[in-house]
């Protein structure tokens, strides 16, 4: 069975969650026996020779004009028409925007799989025009694709209740892998900060995930002398597109002596896993957060906002702070900042390789 998928920016190594889950799940679904391309934004590509093939998963590159607004749409029209010319028999449409284009996917008589990551009308980036677009993609991916995969039991109750979408419907969650225990000393001794004494959040600097809030909290912890001295925040990641949110966020960073780390992968990011005294995701927005699941796989101590996917994780009501109370948000990191016991999570349920397998069954229902 051939697969093409569309609606991720491309892997391996790039930052989002959507593209952490494509690259954990395609080459397990290589392994299974499928036949798996995927369709790369050109603009994205770091690799001195880009790929063409990566842990038996094909890739190809196309362009796409570097644009929040216009990227994804046109990199997904242009996917599902190359989709067509290999001879797919499914595509599988990831993100609700990209989702747009599943009648036009399936009117050229391929069968569609829609991935939905989580409601990305509800993103604090888009203005009006952008949310109506997101709602109709939502609805039309829900309308005409073959199979629906959702990632939460509140991405499936919302569908329910917003598109009507019961039949054809599979839970499958995110996933994590094992954790990789490494120090880096070069690379701690580079940003200047100990083992330990140190809270870390890793995710994209975007206006949902309120890493404002954090600084603020974590400035609020140092004003009132909480916490040692010498204990830091860390953020790692970067924007995927320079905006005036993300020039802000960096120039308060900065000010504050907060360490930036911009965005990292392998051992530089293992090692911040392995020794944080603390991870926190204060986000407002999320599907079902990988950054947060890979924390916990460190056994690490973690703080996360009560949205509602955060919320479906089931961590003790201690991880949890009401989103947008940076008091609240500065009580938690206090309180699990100091302790330096490490945490056994449950996260049984986030096997990357039973999820190929789910959705392996999913493909097989088309």
């Known amino acids: 069975m051939k697969i093409v998928v569309t609606g991720t920016r491309g892997i391996p190594n790039i930052m989002g969650g959507v593209e952490t889950h494509c690259e954990e799940l395609l080459p397990r679904l290589v392994e299974l026996g499928y036949d798996i391309t995927v369709i790369r934004r050109r603009n ?6 880009p790929l063409t093939e990566w842990k038996g998963v094909k890739i190809i ?4 004009p570097k644009s929040k607004k216009f990227e994804a749409i046109v990199h997904t029209f242009k996917a599902i028409n190359k989709a067509k010319a290999l001879g797919a028999d499914i595509v599988h449409i990831h993100t609700v925007g990209s989702n747009l284009l599943t009648p036009y996917a399936r009117l050229l008589g391929m069968k569609v799989v829609m991935t939905h990551h989580g409601p990305d009308y509800d993103r604090d980036k888009w203005g009006k025009v952008a949310k109506k677009v997101l709602r109709l993609g939502e609805i039309l991916g829900c309308k005409f694709a073959n199979q629906v995969i959702v990632i939460s039991n509140t991405i499936k109750t919302l569908i329910e209740e917003r598109c009507g979408r019961t039949k054809d419907v599979t839970l499958i969650h995110n996933g994590v892998q094992q954790p990789e225990i490494c120090s880096y000393p070069e690379y701690f001794c580079e ?3 100990e083992e330990g004494k140190y809270i870390l959040c890793a995710c994209r600097f975007v206006p949902e995930k309120n890493l404002h809030h954090l600084i603020d909290a974590f400035l609020l912890l140092g004003k009132s002398k909480r916490i040692p001295e010498d204990v830091r925040l860390v ?3 970067d924007a995927d597109f320079e905006d005036d949110y993300s020039i802000s966020l960096k120039e308060m960073a900065k000010a504050n002596n907060v360490v930036l780390t911009g965005f990292v992968k392998g051992r530089k990011l293992h090692s911040l896993l392995t020794h944080a005294a603390c991870f926190c995701l204060p986000s407002s927005h999320e599907g079902l957060p990988i950054a947060l699941l890979e924390a916990m796989s460190y056994n690490i101590p973690v703080v996360a906002s009560d949205i509602p996917a955060n919320m479906e994780i089931g961590l003790d009501d201690s991880h949890y702070f009401p989103c947008g109370n940076i008091e609240k948000l500065a009580d938690r990191l206090e ?15 986030y096997d990357w390789d039973v999820i190929a397998e789910q959705c392996a069954r999913v493909y097989d229902k088309c």
């Open 44 to 49: 994205y590509i770091r690799e001195e020779k």
């Open 61 to 64: 590159d196309i362009d796409a």
């Open 191 to 193: 940003l200047g900060i």
């Open 235 to 237: 953020l790692a990641g």
């Open 335 to 349: 309180e699990m900042s100091v302790s330096s016991h490490k945490i056994r999570y449950d996260l049984h349920q």
